[in-house]
C-alpha cells in the first residue's frame, strides 16, 4: 500500500489506509478479529452514550452476506463478493421519547471510524459504501422501521490490483489524495 503523503506525521495505520476493491477471494476473517473490529466500534464516541449504531454482519457464504451483497449497486457487487465480511450499519434515529435523534449519523459514523482503524491495526482492509439501495437492504435483512440503513462495510485480505481491470483497476491504483488543509479548514488553520 502507498503511504499517504500527509503534511505533518500522523498515526501509520491512518497514512497506510486505504479503501481497496481487490481482495482474496479465499481469505477468512477469524471469529477473534472480527469480534474486535466490532468491540472497537462498540466503544466509539456517542452523543448522550446514545449508541445509535446496530451492525448485521455477513461472511461470505451465509445468508447475511448474500443479503447485503444483494443490496449493493451493481458495481459494487463486482468486487465486494470477494469480501470476507459484509458488514451493514444501521442507525436508530429517533431516542427513547420519540423525538428524533439528530446526532445518529454522526454517531454511526464514529462508530465506523473506529471500526475500520481496528480493521488495518490488524492487517486487513476495509471499504465503505454508500453505493446500496437502502431499501432492499432492509427488506432482505428484515430491518426494523426505527432503524436507518447508513452504509455497507466491506472487510477483508488485499489481493493483487491486477485482478480488477477496467475503471475498478484505474481507481485501484490512483495515487490518495486529499484537499489541501487550507481548503477544508476555514478559520483557525495554524501558520
Not at 446514545?50 to 468486487?79: E, H, K
Not at 454522526?106 to 490488524?122: K, N, T
Amino acid at each position: 500500500m502507498m503511504k499517504a503523503q500527509t503534511e505533518v506525521e500522523i498515526h501509520e495505520v491512518l497514512a497506510n489506509r486505504r479503501s481497496p476493491r481487490s481482495l482474496d477471494s479465499t481469505a477468512v476473517l477469524p471469529k477473534e478479529d472480527l469480534l474486535a473490529i466490532l468491540e472497537a466500534a462498540r466503544w466509539a464516541p456517542s452523543a448522550n452514550n446514545g449508541q445509535p449504531w446496530r451492525f448485521f454482519v455477513g461472511n461470505r457464504g451465509d445468508a447475511v452476506f448474500t443479503q447485503i451483497l444483494d443490496s449493493l449497486a451493481s458495481f459494487n457487487q463486482g468486487w465486494a463478493h470477494r469480501s470476507s465480511t459484509l458488514v451493514l450499519v444501521a442507525g436508530v434515529h429517533t431516542r427513547a421519547d420519540g423525538t428524533p435523534n439528530k446526532g445518529f449519523l454522526y454517531d454511526c459514523g464514529l462508530a465506523v471510524s473506529q471500526m475500520v482503524f481496528e480493521v488495518h491495526h490488524r492487517g486487513y482492509v476495509a471499504h465503505q459504501m454508500t453505493g446500496f439501495d437502502a431499501s432492499k437492504a432492509a427488506e432482505n435483512l428484515g430491518v426494523e422501521s426505527s432503524l436507518t440503513p447508513v452504509a455497507v462495510i466491506s472487510i477483508g485480505t488485499q489481493a493483487p490490483s491486477e485482478q480488477l481491470q477496467g475503471a475498478m483497476l484505474e481507481r485501484e491504483i490512483a495515487p490518495r489524495e486529499r484537499k489541501e488543509l487550507s481548503e477544508i479548514v476555514i478559520k483557525g488553520l495554524p501558520n
